[in-house]
Structure formats: C-alpha cells, structure tokens
C-alpha cells in the first residue's frame, strides 16, 4: 500500500521536529544579529611602549648590523629612564590637564602639616592687625613738679620699637615732659603709672621711651605703652598718675576731662604781718599736689607762701628755721612747715624774698597761718602769738 505524505517525502521516516529557537531568521519577523566581537579600545601608552621595545629589539637585525662590546651601560640607562619617563610623566601630565588645581592643594597641604609627625594643625589663629588709631588730647597736669602734657594717645595691634608691649593689642601715650625746678623728681614710670580699662581693672605700665622723669631744667618727649585688647575704646581709658602712697591724677583720655581739681590755686593775699621786729608781708598762698621733685602724700596737698621780710633795723636780724615758730591750721589739723627758702639771718636794713611750704590735708580752702610767741634759740624774739587767715579757693 503506498502511503502518500510527509513521511513518505523522506523514505519512510518521519522527520524530526525543529526548536523554536532553532528556526530560520525571519519566520516570526525578528532578524538575529551575527556575534560581534566587542570592540577593545587601544592604550596609545601601551603602544608606544610596545613601538619603542620593538625597535630596541629589531636594531640587530637591520642590514649591516655587527655587534659591539659595549663600553658602559650607559645606553641601557638611559633607554630605562626615558621608558620610566613615558611611563610615570605621560598619566601625570594628562591628570595635571585634567585637575589644573591638584598641585596646589598637594603644596597648601603639606604646608598646613606640623614638624611633630607631620600633624594637621588646626589651631593657627591669625592675626588681626588694626590701622593704628590716633586720638590727640593736649592736657597739662603736674607731677612731683614735673609738667605733663599728655600730646596724644595711639591704639595700635603692636608697635615696632617696643617688643616688650606684645603683638595683640597696644595703647601708646605720647607725652611731653618739663622739668622746671631746681630738682631732679626721680619718678620711676614703671612705679607710678597705671592704665585704668573700661571694666575698671588697672593694669601696669609695660614699656617706655625714658623710665624716669626728666632732670632738672630738661625738656623732652617720652611715651608710656600698656598691654590693652584692640577691642577697648580710647575714650572709656584713665591714665592715672601716682602710687598708693601718692596723690594720685586720674586723667580720663577724652581729650576734654575736667583736670581743674589736680590743678594748682593760687590767691594774693597782700597781708602785712608784724613779728619778731620784722615786717613781714604774706604776698601769695598756692594749694597744689606737688612742689619742685615731689609729690604729696595721698590725702594731702602742698600749700606754699610767699613772704616779703623787711629788716628795718640798724642791726641784723634773726629769721631762723621756720619748722620752729611756724605752723598751718587746716581744719582740726595743725602742721610745721617742711621746707623754705628764706635766709635764716636778714642784713640791716634790707629784706628778702622766700617760701614757705607745708603738707596740710586736702579739700581745705581756710588756713590759719600760726607764728608762735618766744621760742628762744635763734628763733626771733616775740612775746605774743601772731595768727593770720587767708582762703585758697
């Protein structure tokens, strides 16, 4: 019987079935894409090394070659460090390209690195310098008889001739000094001036020009420096003159503060005076801090008078020392004097000109002037007590 079909095409077996995956391309109307090798990239580093060894091994066998004894490994040498060149120079000058600022950042951090181990140091404040600020004053006080005038002060974070002072704030007072009495003052700066802050703390003097106060009828600039944050203000400062066994001058530095109570006060009395056969006349009286090299005792103030003694006798006459027979009534306070310039003897018929200085205690402005009755000695020659009152005011 013959069998017409499928299996008879094929010699009487059946064919075998084809997979799905394994039909021809196109017979469900998707195209598969031949294999493709995945494309490499090319290393130009990679090939120009390659280049430059193949060439170093080939020269041998270029027409007419003969090898040499070489000499030195110099030509080996320096092959190697043209290659270690290529190697380490070409990726470098290509990230440099790349990251323009990287050499920067490398230097700005060693820089930033300690000596100790090379430690981060994180703790460098800078330092914040200020433009030096000037404010000028122009007041006048006196001090153990020297004269102050205090020109004008200069705020600055540091000051190139005095390193004593720091680098973190300074306040410099220049001043002007005159020395006018016959005596040299010796005031030690470093004793006697003192800067007074705006939270009222004190601080001591920390370098000057000239440590001590002019001699005697010497004239000169100094300034005084004090250790001073840039933050306090000029104004809110008070430069004080003076140590505690002083009376002290405070001096705010504003440029306009009231001095008038460190000031001296001076009255003309005039007032005719008869004791010891002389005629004596108290001309002047002057209240005041300070005579010639010295300053009063805190508490108490300097009162000088001027007298004119006349001798009208035909023979001369005994002025003596005045801590003897005068004294000073201030209040409940009676003193002697404690200095003076008159002569202790006065010719015939002439007269003389002096001083008489006593330490009385301060805020007073009415006086008694004492001359006691017979002393004896050379003291002159009276019976009674003689008083006098004046006001200083």
Same mark, same amino acid.
């Given at each position: 019987?013959?069998? $017409?079909?499928?299996? %008879?095409?094929?010699?009487?077996?059946?064919?075998?079935?084809?997979?799905?995956? #394994?039909?021809?391309?196109?017979?469900?109307?998707?195209?598969?894409?031949?294999?493709?090798?995945?494309?490499?990239?090319?290393?130009?580093?990679?090939?120009?090394?390659?280049?430059?060894?193949?060439?170093?091994?080939?020269?041998?066998?270029?027409?007419?070659?003969?090898?040499?004894?070489?000499?030195?490994?110099?030509?080996?040498?320096?092959?190697?460090?043209?290659? &270690?060149?290529?190697?380490? =120079?070409?990726?470098?000058?290509?990230?440099s390209?790349?990251?323009?600022?990287?050499l920067?950042?490398?230097?700005?951090?060693?820089?930033?690195?300690?000596?100790?181990?090379?430690?981060?140091?994180? $703790?460098?404040?800078?330092?914040?310098?200020?433009?030096?600020?000037?404010?000028?004053?122009?007041?006048?006080?006196?001090?153990?008889?020297?004269?102050?005038?205090?020109?004008?002060?200069?705020?600055?974070?540091?000051?190139?001739?005095?390193?004593? #002072?720091?680098?973190?704030?300074?306040?410099?007072i220049?001043?002007?000094?005159?020395?006018?009495?016959?005596?040299?003052?010796?005031? &030690?700066?470093?004793?006697?001036?003192?800067?007074?802050?705006?939270?009222?703390?004190?601080?001591?003097?920390?370098?000057?020009?000239?440590?001590?106060?002019?001699?005697? %009828?010497?004239?000169?600039?100094?300034?005084?420096?004090?250790?001073?944050?840039?933050?306090d203000?000029? !104004?809110?400062?008070?430069?004080?003159?003076?140590?505690?066994?002083?009376?002290?001058?405070?001096?705010?530095?504003?440029?306009?503060?009231?001095?008038?109570?460190?000031?001296?006060?001076?009255?003309?009395?005039?007032?005719?005076?008869?004791?010891?056969?002389? !005629?004596?006349? &108290?001309?002047?009286?002057?209240? $005041?801090?300070?005579?010639?090299?010295?300053?009063?005792?805190a508490?108490?103030?300097?009162?000088?008078?001027?007298?004119?003694?006349? !001798?009208?006798?035909?023979?001369?006459?005994?002025?003596?020392?005045?801590?003897?027979?005068?004294r000073?009534?201030?209040? =409940? $306070?009676t003193n002697?004097?404690? !200095?003076?310039?008159?002569?202790?003897?006065?010719?015939?018929?002439?007269?003389?000109?002096g001083?008489?200085?006593?330490?009385?205690?301060?805020?007073?402005?009415?006086?008694?002037?004492?001359?006691?009755?017979?002393?004896?000695?050379?003291?002159?020659? %009276?019976?009674?007590?003689?008083?006098?009152?004046?006001?200083?005011?």
């Open positions: 019987m013959t069998v $017409s079909g499928p299996a %008879s095409q094929y010699g009487g077996q059946t064919p075998r079935q084809v997979p799905p995956y #394994a039909q021809a391309p196109g017979q469900y109307g998707q195209q598969v894409p031949p294999y493709q090798q995945p494309q490499q990239k090319s290393n130009p580093i990679a090939e120009a090394l390659g280049a430059l060894g193949l060439l170093f091994f080939l020269r041998r066998y270029r027409p007419g070659y003969q090898a040499r004894r070489q000499s030195s490994g110099c030509c080996g040498c320096l092959v190697t460090l043209v290659i &270690l060149l290529i190697i380490f =120079g070409t990726p470098a000058f290509f990230y390209r790349a990251n323009p600022h990287a920067n950042q490398i230097f700005q951090s060693g820089s930033n690195s300690t000596d100790n181990g090379g430690t981060l140091n994180t $703790s460098i404040t800078p330092t914040i310098n200020i433009t030096p600020i000037t404010t000028p004053i122009n007041q006048s006080v006196t001090f153990a008889g020297v004269n102050i005038t205090i020109q004008s002060v200069v705020q600055a974070t540091s000051f190139s001739d005095d390193s004593s #002072a720091g680098s973190n704030g300074v306040v410099r220049k001043i002007k000094e005159a020395n006018n009495g016959k005596n040299n003052a010796d005031i &030690l700066y470093s004793d006697v001036a003192h800067l007074i802050l705006p939270d009222n703390s004190s601080i001591t003097l920390a370098n000057s020009l000239q440590s001590i106060s002019p001699d005697s %009828s010497v004239t000169r600039d100094n300034w005084l420096d004090f250790t001073v944050p840039t933050s203000k000029i !104004n809110q400062m008070k430069l004080v003159l003076g140590s505690a066994q002083d009376a002290r001058i405070t001096i705010p530095l504003t440029g306009n503060a009231n001095l008038s109570a460190f000031q001296s006060k001076t009255v003309s009395p005039n007032t005719p005076i008869s004791y010891g056969g002389l !005629n004596w006349t &108290l001309k002047s009286a002057t209240q $005041s801090l300070s005579i010639d090299g010295k300053q009063a005792t508490g108490n103030v300097y009162v000088v008078l001027t007298f004119n003694v006349d !001798n009208p006798t035909s023979g001369n006459a005994v002025i003596g020392f005045t801590d003897e027979y005068m000073l009534k201030s209040g =409940g $306070s002697p004097s404690v !200095n003076t310039t008159l002569p202790t003897t006065l010719d015939a018929n002439s007269n003389a000109v001083t008489v200085t006593f330490l009385t205690p301060a805020n007073s402005t009415a006086y008694t002037l004492i001359l006691l009755a017979k002393q004896g000695g050379m003291d002159p020659q %009276s019976s009674t007590q003689v008083n006098t009152d004046f006001k200083i005011q």
